[in-house]
């Protein structure tokens, strides 16, 4: 798979993220909004600027063979690992919204379940009323990264004025097929500079500790776990950021 090459996206100083205001996040499951923009919510925070978090998918499917944890208590574990996260990064555990769509099956907008979700962001975005939103690549390589992208687009064409709309990456630093990377002329990228609160988004991706080796999960050799080399993208003091090129 070739590499999701950032080398030459402008490096933006830490000051950056203050200047986008009041922040929604939405994640399609339970640690993307660790991964993805960790640092980012962490520097947010600390400009006290306010930051929600929409969870999207219901998270169950990371380990769908176990007996030990049930559907309801995987859900239940991966959804108070999240809360654990975002107390790390300094966003208040009541600021998590959750949308309940099936993991893994997480509809089109255009889908009955997808319409639905999609006017509980439009009634969420509007009473938070955010500055920014943050989503996951719109082809990053995973269903429900693109079906969240798809919702929030939806979203936001109802809203007026729409709040920026910022990209942020998962799966693509190590799935990415050619046609899954930014085209040229599609978006401008950037990093953000987030040393000083590395730690903390360390922090925060240890505490989806179902996700990681020595799950609390062990009944189920099926199951999902973040590889080490996954883990790496996301231990660089930079995180990447994408948003559509307006003329």
């Known amino acids: 798979m070739p590499a999701f090459d950032f080398a030459a996206y402008p490096l933006m100083p830490t000051a950056t993220a203050a200047t986008l205001g009041p922040t929604v996040v939405l994640a399609p499951h339970p640690d993307d909004e660790s991964l993805g923009c960790g640092g980012l919510l962490a520097l947010l925070r600390q400009a006290g600027q306010p930051v929600w978090c929409v969870l999207v998918s219901d998270g169950t499917m990371s380990h769908p063979n176990s007996r030990k944890f049930p559907?309801?208590?995987?859900?239940?574990?991966r959804e108070q690992e999240l809360r654990t996260a975002l107390t790390e990064l300094g966003v208040p555990?009541?600021?998590?919204?959750?949308?309940?769509?099936?993991?893994?099956?997480?509809?089109?907008?255009?889908?009955?379940?997808?319409?639905?979700?999609v006017q509980q962001l439009v009634e969420f975005l509007d009473h938070t009323q955010p500055e920014t939103v943050l989503v996951p690549w719109r082809r990053d390589p995973h269903h429900d990264h693109r079906a969240t992208y798809q919702l929030a687009l939806a979203a936001?064409?109802?809203?007026?004025?729409?709040?920026?709309?910022?990209?942020?990456?998962?799966?693509?630093?190590?799935?990415?097929?050619?046609?899954?990377?930014?085209?040229?002329?599609?978006?401008q990228g950037w990093q953000l500079d987030i040393g000083p609160?590395?730690?903390?988004?360390?922090?925060?991706?240890?505490?989806?500790?179902?996700?990681?080796?020595?799950?609390?999960?062990?009944?189920?050799?099926?199951?999902?776990?973040?590889?080490?080399?996954?883990?790496?993208?996301?231990?660089?003091?930079?995180?990447?950021?994408?948003?559509?090129?307006?003329?």
């Open 197 to 247: 609160v590395l730690a903390q988004k360390q922090r925060a991706i240890a505490a989806h500790k179902s996700q990681l080796a020595g799950s609390p999960i062990d009944d189920d050799p099926t199951g999902f776990t973040l590889a080490p080399s996954m883990l790496a993208h996301f231990a660089r003091p930079v995180e990447v950021y994408l948003e559509t090129i307006i003329d």
């Open 71 to 77: 559907a309801p208590a995987r859900q239940q574990l």
């Open 156 to 187: 936001l064409a109802q809203l007026t004025p729409a709040p920026r709309l910022l990209e942020y990456i998962v799966w693509a630093w190590e799935r990415a097929a050619p046609a899954d990377l930014p085209q040229p002329g599609e978006v």
């Open 93 to 117: 555990a009541q600021a998590l919204f959750a949308l309940n769509l099936p993991d893994g099956a997480v509809p089109a907008p255009e889908a009955p379940a997808g319409t639905a979700a």
